[in-house]
C-alpha cells in the first residue's frame, strides 16, 4: 500500500521540524490500515515497531510517502515493513527518511491472541 500526508504547523516540533510522535503515529495508522484492508474479518493491534530512527529532518510543507508491505504472517500476528520518503512540493527528488518494521496481533472479544484466517 501507498499513501501521501504533508507535513503542517501542528505536526512540528520547538525547532520548526516534524515531531517525532507525529511520524510514529502516521507509521501506526497507515500500516494498520494496510493490515485491516488484508485482514478485514480481524480485530488487529499494534504489538511491536523496531529500530525507531530518524534519518534526516523532515520540513513543514514537505509531502511524506509511506510505502507499506507485508513481510510476514505468523498464527496470530502480521509484519509489515514501512519506509517513509519526503520530497518538496512540486519537486520529484525524494528523500528516505524513516523506516521501520511493525508488528500487528489478532485478538478477540477479550483482548486474547487470536488466530488469523
Partial sequence: METFTQVRPEHLNHYGFLFGGSMLKWVDE????????????????TIAMDDIHFRE???NGDILRFTIQNTGKGKTSISYSVDVYASEPGKSEEQLVFSTNIV????DQNGRKAELP
Fill in 57 to 59: 529532518q523532515v520540513q
Fill in 104 to 107: 500487528f496481533c489478532n485478538v
Fill in 30 to 45: 497507515f500500516a494498520w490500515i494496510a493490515a485491516t484492508r488484508e485482514f478485514n474479518d480481524c480485530r488487529l493491534v
